[in-house]
């Protein structure tokens, strides 16, 4: 066994390294250490796939136990006008469109088979998810907010199933598939639904009045090592509990279990602890469902094969892009979100393990082999394709496909007496130079991307338009030609295309930016922004001058440093100038 996990563990780790290097995900390096670990010429006396398959149980449990420490309802409620229907309307479309492909290329198959295996196509996953779009800064933005929303109810949907099927089909004795119980199907549901609620009764007081009060004592000790055994302990604790004593699943508990600790005040600690052994024993997992992978029967089911490959990679991001733009939300968000969500991975995995296990029997191994196929081919591909999410996104509102047409309505026509200022982003930063410069009767253009921002900025009276700023017609619409100065206020926003456009547009507009890193700052100087502001120059500025007068510094003195320090910025601004000449 030990000698199955270090080889799992170091194929995992050398081809997780080589797919970070070559910018895939992890996960594609750690279902390869999958395949490679099942072969036969390491000469392992044990079945890898049944050696691994215990650590992956342990992986699904901490897996969904993280899922549950971060879910949070306002999350989903802040985006609810789009994330809820639309990820209803997508749900049903995917499954319906899996259920026909797989009813239509295997033979003799039959509906909830079908059914099952587009429930497991639906569903994407949430490791990819999160970090595609914390890798492309978008996670915090509208557009990632609304894609982690429609992924929490695509995970609510999951964990639904997870606990409806033990309910709605009995294995019968000795019997290799689990048949309908329709004849009493109501008195089945009716059990469940008061054995779910008892258990969620049970773990949330006992979450609150007990479980708490547990990781309070445990936290006084002082001791990590004991806190992160706690945490362990309630996480397979409750899983183990609601399998025995509800008989629901193992993966629900914890993900109730989660969501428990989540609400409480240890919620980073335990958060912080569990990470690290989520992320090792779903490695395991991973590996796992790669050893269970056979390329040659991806091969001899190939129609199949392309067909699931088309609705991941076409039908998925196609469709919740018509479905966004159904509920008149830009286009951009559309390609994002749909983007985001062309894959599939481990909540497909745990669904069709379970439904073609010794327990269910519903699917044949084959299809689990091929969602194990189409996932690893999509989640490398995801990865790829949102690199061109951007410049799709630009070259389609250039040409005016999925924007709103431009509102200048409300902007009042540039005045020869006024200086005009356009302020791109209205983020706190945004927020506070608008304000500023309207108290000295500047006019100022907000441009922002946020739809909700622009229509509340509507309701305040500051005039405020909806578009991309890096676009000729927008800057345009919003008197560049003739503004004083533009400001980039967002740092995730493309300033270097902005002052190129807004350059084009008006020779001598000023460009002025906001960027994190000093590096950043002189690049954007070399290619047309003539003021950039780095947060890290800033906060070395401001916490210097704080502690030289700590320190007994006078204020000439301080005066003195501020003033040297900014003279070496501007020395560097002006070499590289000289370099560009």
């Not at 000698?3 to 563990?9: I, P």
């Not at 999951?158 to 199907?185: H, W, Y």
């Not at 390329?295 to 991941?312: D, H, K, Q, S």
């Not at 800057?475 to 300033?495: F, M, N, Q």
Request: proline share 4%; charged share 15%.
């Amino acid at each position: 066994m030990i000698g199955t996990l270090a080889l799992g563990l170091i194929l995992a780790l050398l081809l997780g390294m080589l797919a970070q290097r070559i910018k895939l995900s992890p996960l594609v390096g750690y279902l390869l250490a999958g395949m490679l670990a099942a072969q036969p010429w390491w000469g392992l006396t044990e079945d890898p796939h049944e050696v691994m398959h215990e650590f992956a149980n342990i992986g699904e449990v901490l897996l969904l136990f993280g899922v549950g420490l971060h879910f949070h309802f306002k999350d989903l409620l802040a985006v609810r006008k789009v994330a809820v229907p639309g990820s209803l309307i997508c749900m049903t479309l995917w499954t319906g469109s899996g259920a026909l492909v797989y009813h239509l290329l295997v033979p003799g198959s039959d509906w909830v088979a079908a059914l099952l295996f587009g429930m497991c196509v639906c569903v994407s996953s949430t490791v990819v998810l999160t970090r595609v779009l914390e890798d492309n800064r978008l996670l915090h933005t509208p557009s990632g907010h609304t894609a982690v929303g429609w992924l929490v109810m695509e995970d609510i949907f999951t964990i639904v199933l997870l606990v409806l099927l033990p309910a709605v089909f009995i294995l019968p004795e000795g019997g290799s598939k689990a048949i309908f119980c329709a004849d009493d199907l109501g008195s089945a549901l009716w059990g469940m639904v008061w054995k779910l609620a008892l258990m969620v009764f049970c773990v949330a007081f006992v979450g609150k009045y007990v479980i708490s009060k547990v990781l309070t004592f445990i936290a006084r000790n002082n001791s990590n090592e004991l806190f992160t055994l706690a945490v362990l302990t309630i996480a397979l604790g409750v899983a183990v509990l609601s399998a025995e004593v509800f008989n629901a699943s193992m993966v629900f508990g914890a993900f109730l279990s989660g969501m428990v600790v989540g609400q409480s005040k240890f919620a980073s600690r335990a958060a912080a602890d569990a990470l690290p052994m989520r992320d090792a024993f779903a490695v395991l997992f991973f590996v796992s469902v790669g050893m269970g992978f056979d390329l040659m029967g991806l091969v001899e089911n190939w129609p199949l094969a392309l067909g699931t490959l088309a609705i991941t990679l076409l039908w998925k991001p196609i469709s919740a892009y018509g479905v966004i733009r159904l509920l008149r939300r830009p286009g951009s968000l559309g390609v994002v979100v749909g983007t985001s969500l062309s894959q599939i991975g481990e909540f497909s995995f745990i669904l069709a393990a379970m439904v073609a296990g010794e327990r269910f029997g519903l699917l044949p191994q084959s299809a689990v082999n091929i969602i194990t196929g189409v996932a690893i081919i999509t989640i490398t591909l995801n990865v790829l394709l949102f690199r061109h999410v951007p410049t799709l996104i630009h070259k389609m509102e250039e040409r005016g496909i999925g924007r709103p047409k431009a509102d200048n309505s409300f902007l009042p026509a540039p005045s020869e007496e006024r200086d005009r200022v356009i302020v791109v982003g209205y983020g706190p930063c945004g927020e506070m130079i608008t304000r500023i410069l309207q108290e000295h009767e500047i006019e100022v253009i907000v441009l922002e991307m946020n739809i909700d921002t622009v229509m509340s900025l509507h309701k305040q009276g500051i005039p405020t338009m909806h578009g991309d700023a890096r676009l000729r017609t927008i800057l345009r619409l919003a008197g560049a030609d003739k503004a004083r100065a533009i400001i980039v206020t967002a740092v995730s926003a493309p300033a270097r295309e902005i002052a190129a456009t807004a350059r084009a547009l008006n020779p001598e507009i000023e460009v002025m930016a906001h960027t994190t890193y000093m590096r950043q700052a002189q690049t954007m100087r070399t290619e047309g922004a003539q003021t950039v502001v780095a947060g890290e120059a800033e906060v070395a500025l401001t916490l210097s001058s704080i502690l030289l007068r700590n320190l007994g510094a006078t204020e000439e003195q301080v005066a003195r440093a501020r003033r040297d320090y900014r003279e070496q910025i501007e020395s560097m601004k002006l070499n590289l100038d000289s370099l560009k000449h």
